[in-house]
């Protein structure tokens, strides 16, 4: 499985072929990243937390109809 964020899966090909229908039919199996990323975790040395996590639900259930998967 390959991760890609979700700005890529609108996109199609220059003969306008979806970007998700390219991959599967390469047998990649297109996940998708839905988290927001990371952040400075305060009060550390430089560790990081992920963004994100509490609306996870909801941006997946957005995507039910795209053919991923959510790693």
Same mark, same amino acid.
């Given at each position: 499985?390959?991760?890609?964020f979700r700005q890529?899966? +609108?996109?199609?090909?220059?003969? #306008?072929? +979806?970007?998700?229908?390219?991959?599967?039919?390469? #047998?990649?199996? +297109?996940? =998708?990243?839905? #988290?927001?990323?990371?952040? #400075?975790?305060a009060g550390t040395?430089?560790?990081?937390?992920?963004? @994100?996590?509490?609306? =996870? @639900?909801?941006?997946?259930?957005?995507? =039910?109809? =795209?053919?991923l998967r959510y790693?």
């Amino acid at each position: 499985m390959n991760v890609y964020f979700r700005q890529y899966f +609108p996109t199609k090909t220059t003969t #306008d072929v +979806p970007f998700v229908h390219l991959l599967r039919h390469n #047998d990649v199996v +297109p996940g =998708i990243k839905v #988290d927001k990323g990371t952040i #400075d975790l305060a009060g550390t040395n430089g560790e990081t937390t992920i963004q @994100g996590l509490d609306s =996870i @639900g909801a941006r997946c259930h957005h995507r =039910i109809g =795209i053919p991923l998967r959510y790693p």
